[in-house]
């Protein structure tokens, strides 16, 4: 995958002079209790049986055959995906799915993975045709009616699902111990690669990984300005957009990353839609009323 940034911005990273951390435990106390009540009805990994028969509602949680779970988020029109897609779920897409965009990238990323990690090696157009398949086999059972269907996040979206911090943990540098999953060299956590999704605190609004495990992938095309002017002169790849229909937007945060620029919530990195990258994968939404 050609990031447009990604070892430029790990570069630049030892320069920054980060906020300090004040009030850190008792941020993540509130956060913890917004995420529980977040994921109220929810929590349980068997999909209820009368969750599955009603449809899905816009300030509902709601989850789908798959079992993936979808929470509401303020300020969105979508119910997002509280995980990243997993690789036993992308397994069943590829298993039943007869578009010629389910490649096998995906079942070799260079390192083990179990079926609860966040599948890699997955396209901008891999994830597309994952969220179109699963719309119409939910289409035609019946979960979900003909004007719902599943997406990537934009990047307006993703910007108002992953929190109110500077990063998604919140002010601190470096990232406090069990925060997600980032580079050995933070030593934050005790993974070398993927770990099984919502193995650490959700945010606020009962999302995982928002900002590490793995870089997700968004809807959009990319265009130098959705990154401000101070952050394009510290990393200047960034500045190369292909004319806006070229590079689609990556966010977030993955195993690989260490630098404190690559760790902030509001920037965004991008890649060509048919690359892909060990250590890049996406998450859903469901849009409920278009």
């Known amino acids: 995958m050609r990031y447009a940034t990604s070892q430029s911005v790990a ?10 951390s004040k009030g850190y435990n008792a941020r993540q106390q509130e956060v913890g209790r917004i995420a529980n009540e977040a994921n109220q009805n929810i929590s349980s990994k068997k999909t209820p049986s009368s969750l599955l028969h009603k449809s899905p509602q816009p300030d509902q949680n709601w989850t789908n055959r798959l079992g993936m779970k979808f929470v509401p988020i303020p300020g969105t029109k ?16 590829a298993k039943n799915d007869q578009h010629e965009q389910a490649s096998t990238n995906w079942k070799n990323p260079g390192f083990p993975q179990e079926n609860n990690h966040p599948v890699v090696n997955v396209s901008w157009d891999e994830a597309k045709a994952f969220c179109e398949w699963l ?5 035609e059972s019946g979960l979900i009616n003909n004007n719902q269907y599943y997406r990537l996040p934009t990047d307006e979206e993703w910007s108002i699902a992953v929190g109110r911090g500077s990063y998604p943990w919140g002010e601190q540098w470096p990232p406090p111990k069990g925060s997600g999953n980032f580079a050995p060299l933070l030593k934050v956590d005790d993974y070398e690669f993927t770990s099984p999704v919502g193995c650490f605190a959700a945010n606020e609004y009962g999302l995982y990984d928002m900002g590490a495990n793995v870089r997700q992938w968004c809807e959009d095309w990319y265009v130098k300005e959705m990154n401000g002017a101070s952050v394009r002169d510290l990393v200047p790849d960034l ?11 990556i966010r977030g945060g993955s195993y690989k990353s260490e630098g404190s620029r ?3 919530t509001d920037i965004r990195i991008c890649g060509d839609p048919r690359d892909y990258s060990e250590a890049c994968g996406f998450r859903c939404v469901l849009v409920v009323s278009p």
């Open 262 to 264: 690559s760790l902030i």
């Open 11 to 20: 570069n630049t990273a030892e320069h920054q002079n980060e906020k300090a």
């Open 239 to 249: 500045n190369q957009d292909g004319g806006g229909k070229k590079y689609k937007v």
């Open 135 to 139: 719309t119409q086999k939910d289409q």
């Open 78 to 93: 979508v119910l997002f995906g509280i995980y990243d897609v997993t690789f036993d779920e992308f397994k069943t897409f």
